[in-house]
């Protein structure tokens, strides 16, 4: 009989960084590393180690806007974060595997479906560019994705905003309190997407007593109903309690038993800052968990049972915000939402995203066609300011998978129809339902498939 297989792949990304003491650098992965092998996790049977192929650029365009393009966005280390993605992904669909482990850097959740720059750490989506792949080159149709950073999930939010097909789940400290200062009860998904965006803003000094209770009490039962076909974890640990970014109180005993619960196909490492004091110990309680491996003896030189309780007054907050939560959910299918408008048959919501990174402001006008066949295409207007006078306008029309066959021709005719427009510097067609993707610069009358 196989024995049960974690896949694990590490890519420290030594050739990348945003500057040489940045709080997201190599050093992140090495202490882990090091740890694992000290410990002779790597070696054990139930443990495979992998090499990572590239994410293709196409790879990148069927989730992305890139800005001009996708080179001029990506270096080599963020395709090879998103390939380590993709590697293990292919080899767990294939029952190689039987999870699996990407410990990689740059990181990606907070990467947006239209991409000018680099934002809270990232340029590139690693779990999303991953499920697109999933679902363009295996046919998998239902992924749930359960963010357990510190910081909001923003990007990947903003990704799967209109899926009905992907369920996003995202535990986050309070956005109020915390960078990027979304994730708020109220974001719940577009019209046809109601209620498949579940955010659950926590106060600092959040425990792992009730970051349990909310996995057995909301995430759990969310994910029977919704019955996906694989599910990826966002990996994030700056909740640990000696993170220097967040303010929870989280363990490595309880990032073990929210894995061993949620038991997701693929981890995907997001955050965590505290590269001596909690990293170390909190991949390998993961690792171990995954693989279903004893990791009751994986603790902090300075944690003892009991140094956190959580208090009443928190635990009844935390059981109403649950309770909410579950109602939008039950009533998915019936609720009429939106916090937009609808004109001449589009849904429309327009938003301001800030670059922290690179300082780019960003203004969208986003518009979904309402269809009574399909989820409707997107059209995104996207423009923005770089400082020092430097603009630019550009338009990108979104395809999703199982398209009807108007919305596929009217997207197109749009398409075709901009590039004679002045108002745009760039055009981008994204038609998933075929995989067919296209891109035109308007200034050189030039056009490029990714």
């Not at 850097?105 to 991409?115: K, S, Y």
């Not at 997701?264 to 001596?276: F, H, Q, R, S, T």
């Not at 986003?366 to 009574?372: A, D, G, N, T």
């Amino acid at each position: 009989m196989r024995c049960k297989q974690t896949g694990l792949i590490f890519f420290p990304a030594f050739d990348w960084a945003i500057s040489p003491t940045h709080p997201e650098r190599e050093e992140r992965l090495l202490y882990t590393r090091d740890q694992i092998f000290e410990e002779g996790i790597i070696d054990l049977p139930q443990i495979a180690e992998f090499t990572p192929q590239l994410a293709s650029i196409h790879d990148i365009a069927r989730t992305h806007f890139c800005v001009p393009q996708v080179e001029s966005q990506t270096t080599e280390a963020h395709l090879i974060a998103a390939g380590a993605a993709i590697t293990l992904a292919d080899q767990i669909v294939a029952g190689l595997i039987d999870n699996g482990f990407a410990l990689v850097r740059p990181p990606g959740h907070h990467a947006m479906r239209v991409v000018h720059g680099n934002r809270g750490f990232c340029n590139i989506n690693n779990e999303a560019v991953m499920v697109e792949y999933l679902r363009s080159r295996h046919g998998i149709k239902k992924v749930a994705i359960i963010d357990t950073d510190v910081h909001h999930g923003d990007g990947t939010q903003d990704i799967f905003w209109h899926d009905p097909d992907v369920l996003f789940i995202s535990f986050h400290q309070d956005g109020r309190t915390l960078y990027p200062g979304t994730g708020f009860i109220y974001e719940l998904g577009g019209p046809c997407a109601y209620a498949r965006t579940i955010n659950i803003p926590l106060p600092p000094g959040t425990t792992d007593d009730s970051l349990l209770y909310i996995v057995d009490n909301l995430i759990l039962p969310v994910l029977e109903e919704f019955r996906p076909d694989f599910v990826v974890n966002s990996a994030g640990q700056d909740n640990h309690y000696t993170d220097p970014l967040g303010s929870m109180r989280i363990t490595a005993q309880g990032y073990a038993r929210l894995t061993e619960k949620l038991r997701p196909d693929l981890a995907v490492l997001e955050g965590g800052y505290a590269i001596e004091t909690a990293l170390p110990y909190v991949n390998m309680a993961i690792i171990l968990a995954l693989a279903g491996l004893d990791y009751s003896n994986v603790r902090e030189p300075d944690f003892w049972p009991g140094r956190f309780k959580e208090t009443s007054q928190r635990t009844e907050q935390l059981k109403r915000l649950v309770d909410g939560l579950l109602k939008h959910w039950k009533n998915r299918d019936t609720t009429l939402t939106g916090r937009g408008k609808t004109v001449n048959g589009y849904y429309e919501r327009e938003k301001l995203i800030f670059y922290d990174t690179d300082y780019i402001e960003e203004h969208q006008t986003e518009k979904l066609r309402i269809c009574s066949n399909c989820t409707g295409y997107l059209s995104i207007e996207s423009e923005v300011s770089h400082g020092f006078g430097q603009a630019g306008k550009v338009l990108c029309l979104s395809v999703p998978f199982g398209a009807c066959s108007k919305c596929r021709n009217e997207a197109a005719d749009l398409y075709t129809g901009a590039k004679k427009s002045v108002g745009y510097n760039y055009i981008y067609l994204q038609d998933k339902s075929s995989d067919y993707l296209l891109g035109y610069d308007t200034k050189a009358g030039k056009e490029w498939r990714p």
